[in-house]
């Protein structure tokens, strides 16, 4: 079991979803609020590379919107999948966050402990998403240099792979911590919002390892 971090600690992953929720809001401001916007290659390239996902639906739903954005470059589909993903991971670790001070375990201290465990999983793979976020941008910045190498690409790229990977897992924990738990509404509420938070996360994982196959950016 993770030690549980405090809930001040957690506060501090305000400012990075604050940044990019701004980022994905600056990236609809242009219109692409629709499955519609884009050429039909752009959405087509969306689609395609969504199918390459465990969950393509959901994939190609929360993506298409962006697909002026996008423009048929798997970076950018990466970096936006994972921005999406992160948003989806905060805010259910947020919920949590409240759920823990708030939830009524009817005297069920292991209800109450996989709900804490829970947060504290879903914490870490904030923390390991924002770092893909931030290798991610810095990927996107040395991308525009000629100097960058395919060693130094596929390096950062594992890195990114190494905290999705690890983000899919926490969050894959707190579910796992709710098997022995009785049903009660709160294992149904937590299960279901988790559930939808991994498929989130694992088409991201996805289409960043699509976008590390290229071996350069």
């Known amino acids: ?3 549980q971090r405090p809930h001040q600690l957690f506060l501090l992953s305000i400012i990075i979803f604050a940044s990019t929720f701004s980022y994905l809001q ?3 401001a242009t219109g692409e609020q629709s499955p519609t916007t884009g050429t039909t290659g752009d959405i087509e390239f969306i689609r395609s590379s969504c199918n390459t996902t465990l969950y393509p639906d959901i994939c190609y739903t929360s ?3 962006y697909a002026n954005a ?3 470059n798997p970076g950018q589909l990466a970096r936006i999948a994972i921005a999406v993903s992160f948003s989806k991971v905060h805010r259910t670790a947020s919920y949590l966050s409240n759920l823990t001070r708030v939830a009524d375990y009817g005297g069920n201290s292991r209800a109450a402990l996989a709900l804490h465990d ?3 999983n879903l914490n870490d793979a904030v923390d ?4 893909s976020i931030k290798q991610m941008r810095q990927i996107g910045s040395a991308g525009a240099g ?3 190498s395919a060693d130094s690409f596929l390096f950062q790229m594992s890195n990114v792979q190494t905290w999705m990977s690890a983000a899919l897992t926490d969050e894959e924990t707190c579910t796992d911590g709710f098997q022995d738990v009785e049903n009660c509404p709160m294992k149904t509420d937590v299960n279901n919002r988790v559930t939808k938070v991994k498929k989130f996360t694992s088409n991201a994982l996805a289409l960043v390892n699509g976008y590390a196959s290229k071996g350069m950016p």
């Open 1 to 3: 079991m993770k030690t």
């Open 26 to 28: 600056s990236v609809t």
């Open 63 to 65: 993506l298409s919107r």
């Open 70 to 72: 996008v423009q048929q």
């Open 118 to 120: 829970c947060f504290s």
């Open 128 to 131: 390991e998403i924002r770092g």
């Open 146 to 148: 000629a100097s960058t």
